[in-house]
C-alpha cells in the first residue's frame, strides 16, 4: 500500500510536470484558452491582496520544506530540495511579462512541491513511528 | 413458417432502406451554397478549391494564407501546396481589446508574407471566422483581390488536391503600394466610432450576428467578458448558435449557404441590402464572416463594427451614458430594459 501512495505521488508529480508542456500547447495554438488566460491573468495581477496571500502561502511552503528536508535527510528530501530549487528558479527567472502563462507554470511547480512535500513528512512520520 | 420469416426480414430490410434514403434526402435538401460553383464573379468573396487551384495555376503572383491563431500546428500537419501561415494575433491584441491593429501594422503583417496591394490572395482556416477576420483586414487595407476558400481546408481535400506538410517561408515584400487603409469606410473599430457613425446616419442598422442567448442577455458568451447585453439600438441578425460558430450561415461541410432564408429573417428586424448595416459579434470575428456574405450578396453599404461587444461593454463601465447597454427581447417590452 505504502509503495503504491509513493507511485501514485510521484505519477501527480510527472502528470504536473507534463501539464507545463500542455498549457504552452493549449496557450499558443487554442485562441479560446489564450484569451481566457490572459483574462484571468490580469484579474489575478489586478488583485493585490490575492497576489500577495499566493505569495505568502508559497513561502511558508518553502520554509517548512527546508525545515522538512534539513530534519531528515533521505532521497525523498533530496528531491524536496531540487524542486523547491526549481521552484525558485522559475520565480527568479521569470516574470508575467516573459511568459504570458506565467501562473499557470508556478502553480505545477508549485504543485509537485507540494507533493513532494507531502510525500517528505509521509517518510518522516513513518521513520518516527518505526522508532 | 419459413415464408412469414422471411417476409419479416424483408420487411425490416426495407423499412431501414426507407429510413436511410429518407434521413440522407434531407440531408442533402437542407445543404444549400452561396457560392455558384458553375459561375464565379471576378466581384465573388467565396470561390471553391476548383477555382483556387485553377487562380493558383494562372497566376503565379497569387498567395494562398491559411489563417489561425497560433504558430501554425495543423497547418504545419497539412496544407494547401504553397500556402503561408497567418497568426491572427498579427492583426490584433488585447492590449487593443481584441480590435484590429492600425493600418500600418497590418499593412507590415501582410508585407511579412509577401502580400501588397496588388497581390491576389485567397485565405482559407478551418474556421471560416479566422479566415474572413484575416481576409476582412486584408479588404479594409485596399487589397484588389480577396478571396476565401468556400469551405476551406476540408473542400479541398474532398476535391481530392494534394496538400503538404511542414512550413512554407514566405518571400517579403517591402512597399504595400498605396495608402492604408485603402477601404476605411468598411470598419467601425471602436465604440466611440460607432457612437460617431450613428450621429452621422442615426439610421444605421447595429446587427448582432451574436447567438439569441446572447443577444438577449441570458449569456455574455464568453468567460473573459462579465456582463451581459448587447448595445441599445441593436437588432438581431440570426447567425450564431454560440459564441464559436456562425452555424445559421454554414452548412455541415463548413460552406457557407444559400442565405436567402437567413436574409427573411433579418428583414423581421429591419436589416435589408437597402441601408446602412454594422454587423458585430463580440470581438470580430463571426461577423466579419457576415461581413463577406452579404457583400457576396449584394449589399452595398455594409460594415464591421470589430469592436462589438467586448469593447462596448467596456466603454459602458467607463461611460453609461454615453454607452448604453439593452438586455432582454426588443420585440417583448415586458421583458426589455437599457441600463445607462
Known amino acids: 500500500m505504502k509503495y503504491f501512495g509513493y507511485i501514485l505521488i510521484h505519477l501527480l508529480q510527472v502528470i504536473s510536470a507534463v501539464s507545463i508542456y500542455e498549457w504552452y500547447e493549449l496557450y499558443y495554438n487554442h485562441l479560446g484558452f489564450m484569451r481566457n488566460v490572459s483574462y484571468y491573468t490580469q484579474e489575478l495581477a489586478a488583485n493585490r491582496g490575492l497576489v500577495w496571500l499566493i505569495r505568502g502561502v508559497i513561502l511558508a511552503i518553502l520554509v517548512l520544506s527546508l525545515w522538512l528536508s534539513n530534519r531528515k535527510r533521505h532521497k525523498e528530501s533530496g528531491l524536496l530540495l531540487l524542486t523547491i530549487l526549481g521552484l525558485v528558479v522559475w520565480q527568479v527567472a521569470f516574470s508575467l511579462k516573459t511568459t504570458p502563462i506565467y501562473y499557470l507554470v508556478q502553480g505545477s511547480i508549485f504543485l509537485i512541491v507540494v507533493l513532494q512535500l507531502l510525500l517528505v513528512s509521509l517518510q518522516s512520520n513513518k521513520k518516527a513511528v518505526s522508532k | ?340
Not at chain 2, 489563417?67 to 497547418?75: E, I, L, P, T, V
Not at chain 2, 494534394?162 to 517591402?174: L, Q
Not at chain 2, 459564441?243 to 429573417?265: E, F, Q
Not at chain 2, 417583448?332 to 445607462?340: G, V
Open chain 2, 1 to 340: 413458417m419459413h415464408t412469414k420469416k422471411w417476409m419479416a426480414v424483408l420487411g425490416s430490410l426495407a423499412l431501414s432502406l426507407f429510413m436511410i434514403v429518407t434521413f440522407v434526402g434531407n440531408a442533402n435538401a437542407a445543404t444549400t451554397h452561396l457560392v455558384d460553383k458553375n459561375n464565379i464573379q471576378s466581384t465573388d468573396f467565396f470561390v471553391t478549391a476548383k477555382w483556387v487551384k485553377n487562380q493558383v495555376k494562372t497566376d503565379k503572383k497569387t498567395i494562398v494564407i491559411e489563417a489561425s491563431y497560433g504558430n501554425g500546428k495543423d497547418y504545419k500537419k497539412a496544407h494547401i501546396p504553397g500556402a503561408v501561415h497567418m497568426d491572427t494575433m498579427a492583426i490584433e491584441t488585447e492590449a487593443n481589446n481584441w480590435n484590429i491593429l492600425p493600418a500600418k501594422t497590418c499593412a507590415k503583417a501582410f508585407l511579412k508574407l509577401g502580400v501588397t496591394k496588388t497581390t491576389p490572395i485567397v485565405v482559407y482556416s478551418s474556421d471560416i471566422n479566422a479566415a474572413s477576420r484575416i481576409a476582412f483586414v486584408a479588404y479594409w487595407l485596399g487589397l484588389d483581390n480577396v478571396k476565401i476558400l468556400d469551405g476551406g481546408l476540408k473542400a479541398w481535400q474532398k476535391a481530392d488536391y494534394k496538400t503538404t506538410k511542414g512550413n512554407v517561408k514566405a518571400t517579403k515584400a517591402t512597399d504595400f503600394g498605396a495608402a492604408v487603409p485603402g477601404r476605411p469606410e468598411s470598419l467601425i473599430s471602436t465604440s466611440a466610432d460607432l457612437v460617431a457613425a450613428k450621429k452621422k446616419n442615426p439610421d444605421l442598422v447595429l446587427a448582432s450576428v451574436r447567438s439569441w442567448k446572447e443577444f438577449t442577455g441570458k449569456t455574455s458568451g464568453y468567460s473573459y467578458i462579465k456582463d451581459k447585453g448587447e448595445p441599445s439600438g441593436a437588432v438581431w441578425a440570426k447567425s450564431s448558435k454560440t459564441s464559436a460558430d456562425v452555424a445559421y450561415l454554414v452548412n455541415k461541410d463548413g460552406t457557407v449557404k444559400d442565405p436567402t432564408k437567413i436574409y427573411a429573417t433579418w428583414k423581421k428586424w429591419g436589416i435589408t441590402p437597402d441601408k446602412e448595416v454594422a454587423f458585430y459579434c463580440g470581438t470580430g470575428w463571426r461577423a466579419a464572416t457576415a461581413f463577406f456574405i452579404t457583400k457576396q450578396s449584394g449589399w452595398k453599404n455594409v460594415k464591421l463594427f470589430d469592436g462589438g461587444w467586448y469593447d462596448w461593454d467596456k466603454a459602458h463601465q467607463k461611460n453609461a451614458s454615453e454607452y448604453p447597454v439593452q438586455v432582454g427581447n426588443p420585440h417583448d417590452a415586458d421583458n426589455f430594459k437599457i441600463k445607462d
